[in-house]
């Protein structure tokens, strides 16, 4: 049984590492901080809002200046956990992008790594909440590494009596110097859904480049896609496993206009390159089978 945060047996302070600390909006957070880096992980959502290496002197990921810091919100930036499906693929009325970034997980331990960084273990499992709009128990556990660079999986486990299929994401919010400057590579020659053009199917040719609302989903994408940042003079590594789709995002100038929890100007500041089963890629799971979707973000 998952333990909550107030029934814990776990020693609050591991090694000096981490710490459960209270967070924007009161909300209950883990504050991450060893020789390597530095890490801020919600409770609510299973959420990494915050992530930067001690050699780094900027954040790795954006989070919006004007997120909802509310229980039952998402959070607008860090590492949305997008399960069990993907955008608004979910039933009739449920919310986009899941149960799961919404859902209050449970912290499960911790532990000091042998090179210097913490493991962070949470938990979720099918709970009331979750079944207003998922009716098939599961099992999620999302493992998370802070040191060098920064390891999230999300292991996903059917427990119900049948097949039972997802789609989802860790919808990675990255900081940027200036999104009409940066580009993304990695992502030459794939296919990629249009989802502002009818979900047309193209070709991507030479990297990606931000010049207009951008929202896609590629396929058969490879295991790393960087972020390359020449104001900022880094680049970013995304190196996934256990996902076969890419997407990626910005919403541009109408759309952020559109968006509450998002501040007219900041798509400037931001791009999303995320870990996804989204679309044709989606997951299937026999009865008691399991799947890690898991990205590693590392910056040069
Ligand atoms: C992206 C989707 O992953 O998430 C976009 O491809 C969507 O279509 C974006 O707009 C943000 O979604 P939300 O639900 O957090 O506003």
Redesign the pocket.
Known sequence: MPRTILAMSHPLDLAGHCRLATGPGDLPCIHVANDLAAAEIHLNGGHVAHYQPRNDARPVLWTSGRSHWEAGQ?I?GGI?VCWPWF?DSGPEGAP??GIARTARWHWLGASALADGGTRIELGLEDEAGARRWWLHPFSLRLVLGVGHALDVALQVRNRAAEAVTWTG?L?SYFAVSDARAVRVEGLEGCSYID?LDHDAVKLQTGPVRFRAET?RIYRDSGATAWIVDEGWKRRIAVTKRGSGST?V?N?WVAKSAR?PDFGDDEWTGMC?V?TARAGEDACTLGPGEGHELGVTIAVD
Do not use: F, I, L
């Open positions: 998402p607008r949305p955008g986009a992008h994401a919808h989802r929202d997407v995002w919403p968006m999303c995320e």
